[in-house]
């Protein structure tokens, strides 16, 4: 079963510092799509990154960087010099292979990150 | 772009009645959405995916009489909780592809339903 890990439950940290959210996880298929997205408390998901399982290059957007590493089945962001606005709560998802073609997304039960001035 | 509009954002309803929330892609086309449901710090689960001009395909322990889904065009997939009970109070967040079978989800602004 697909499976997506997400430990940290809640993190908070002050303004500037620089903070890293694990995801884990686990599937059985051989190509597979992991992705990062953001929650606002307005509500809506942002997306964030796309990382296919064939590519584990690192990516660096700005102050997000996102840190594939197939052989401990995680894929870690980092938040260079936190600033207030990142306050959110972030998904880890892995993608599900649907029957009909395409996937679905399994999501991990999230983050909440919370920075303070 | 990418763009996809979900309606209403809140809606309160009293116990017994059916609510109507709709998904639309507006700059693209999508064969296939999904309906996610989420509860108030918990992950997102998905409920159903959606497929253009045929029946959806729900997930285990999902009702289908209860969520009655509609995807009567490329555009649009709607999602009926019908006699709504204060369990069914959440929020409902439908998602799209743009494009080929691998491209990225992009999600509506979600639903928060409150059945009194």
């Known amino acids: 079963a697909q499976k997506v890990t997400q430990a940290q439950t809640e993190i908070s940290v002050v303004e500037k510092e620089d903070v890293t959210l694990d995801c884990v996880y686990e599937?059985?298929?051989?190509?597979?799509?992991l992705f990062w997205y953001k929650q606002p408390p307005s509500g809506e998901l942002v997306f964030l990154i796309r990382?296919?399982?064939?590519?584990?290059q690192n990516e660096i957007s700005g102050r997000y960087s996102w840190n594939f590493q197939k052989s401990t089945s995680s894929f870690n962001f980092t938040i260079t010099a936190s600033q207030v606005v990142d306050s959110a709560v972030y998904f880890c998802?892995?993608?599900?292979?649907?029957?009909?073609?395409?996937?679905?997304?399994?999501f991990g039960k999230g983050t909440s990150l919370l920075v303070t001035p | 772009g990418a763009v996809v509009s979900q309606h209403p954002s809140r809606v309160i309803c009293k116990s017994g009645t059916s609510v109507k929330i709709e998904c639309r892609s507006l700059?693209?086309?999508?064969?296939?959405m999904f309906w996610y449901r989420q509860f108030p710090k918990k992950s997102l689960m998905l409920m159903a995916t959606?497929?253009?001009?045929?029946?959806?395909?729900?997930e285990q322990g999902v009702e289908k009489d209860k969520f009655l889904i509609n995807h009567a065009s490329l555009t649009l997939s709607t999602l009926t909780v019908t006699s709504a009970h204060p369990e069914d109070s959440s929020f409902y967040i439908c998602?799209?592809?743009?494009?080929?079978?691998?491209?990225?989800?992009?999600f509506g602004n979600g639903t928060r339903l409150t059945v009194t």
């Open positions: 599937t059985r298929d051989t190509t597979y799509y």
């Open positions: 998602s799209a592809r743009a494009g080929t079978d691998y491209s990225p989800l992009h």
């Open positions: 990382r296919n399982s064939f590519d584990e």
């Open positions: 998802a892995l993608s599900e292979a649907l029957s009909n073609s395409g996937y679905a997304l399994n």
């Open positions: 700059d693209f086309q999508a064969t296939t």
């Open positions: 959606s497929n253009e001009g045929s029946k959806a395909t729900y």
